[in-house]
């Protein structure tokens, strides 16, 4: 575990980024949730904000009322070291990361503080990778990206599909999502920013792939799938092209248990050919809008920072992720399910990886690590246990 200078750190967990969407939904998750005896904070950039926020904690647990606040800024390098070193784990809401993220990983490496957020940004991952990696590994720290709906479902779900196999044989995994959800303001302006930096991302990439270490003796691919009808799911299969399924390959290249050759594919499952057609149509246009700088602009100015899905909607959202494993013979179907999955689930997941991180017995590791690698059952118990689904559905 990761406890250098842990006895003179007030915090055992900060939340930066408190009073956003998904802030305010993980804050209030915290303020139910953490364990006695657990010393967590909030902080943002505006102390007004906090202490509405804190109020309304307090509505929910009188103890709140202590809760501390910290003021610190995305942009300002010295606030965000005092963040990272007075805490044990800092989780950031902070996005879209690529603009906002760089200085906080660059100062939780720099103390040796673990780092969780929610980026579902490529680009962000390899370029802190290629900047930080290093000295997260000198002074202990792990940098976890991807931390909710990106990409804990489809990481755990494929670490707990593998362990339904057989040992040291090639294993070849598909998994396929489905949701009814609807996205945040803060959602929306991280991906359409992703979707036009495609020059930056695939640059990124490259640089990463020049410098991670080759693979000895072992194989791990995450090829694009092809749209196809999935006879597995019964429902349309489109490859989606996220950060999930780079996730779900970095863990396979730290864990031995994925076997000698793995392969993950990822897949959008719709159940009706007109849906599957009218969302690649319509994901084609958002794709073409964002490389004009006009239009992007002008579909950002349509999302609220700050909005997203009322209660009631979220309450009727939910997702599954099936897994088809294949490997020696054996063949498992598994699933992993839920609620709302960008923000009350997203949520539970950043605000249940930043306790696992501060509070559980892990694995040795440090550097940018995967949800699987840093946290793998300890997190999978821990997402069990506050309602989230792993299930074996069929073995053949
Ligand atoms: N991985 C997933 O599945 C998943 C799911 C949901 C969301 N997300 C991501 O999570 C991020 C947040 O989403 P959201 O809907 O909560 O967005 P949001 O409501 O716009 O919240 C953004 C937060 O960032 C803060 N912020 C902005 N600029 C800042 C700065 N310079 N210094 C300090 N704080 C700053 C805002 O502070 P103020 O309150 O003071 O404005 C707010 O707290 C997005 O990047 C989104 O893509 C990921």
Redesign the pocket.
Known sequence: MNRQNGAARPYDVVL??????????TAEYLASHAPDGCRWAL????RA?LERLRTRLTALDPRCADLPLLE?????AGSLRALAESAHVVA??????V??GEKLVAACAEAGTDYT?????PEFADRMFLEHDTRARETGSRIVH???????PHDLGAYFTVRQLPEDVPLRIDGFVRSNAV?????????LTAMGRGPQMLRAAKERRLHEPRLAGRRVRAPLGRPRFSAETGTWALPLPTLDAQIVARSARALARYGPDFRYRHYASVKHLPVALGGTAALGALLGAAQVPAARDWLLGRY?????PDAERRRRSWFTVRFVGEGGGRRVFTEVSGGD???DE?AK??AESALCLALDELPATSGQVTTATAMGDALLERLRAAGLRFRVAAVR
Not at 92 to 97: A, K, M, N, Q, R
């Open positions: 930066f980024g408190a009073t956003g969407f998904v802030g305010v939904l902080a943002g950039r505006d904000k610190a800024d995305a942009d300002d950031t809401t902070v996005g879209p990361y603009w906002y957020d929610l980026s579902g940004e991807a931390c909710g709906f990106d990409s804990v996205f945040s303001g803060g959602t929306f302006a991280s991906a609220e920072p700050g909005a997203g999955p960008g923000y997203t997941m950043l």
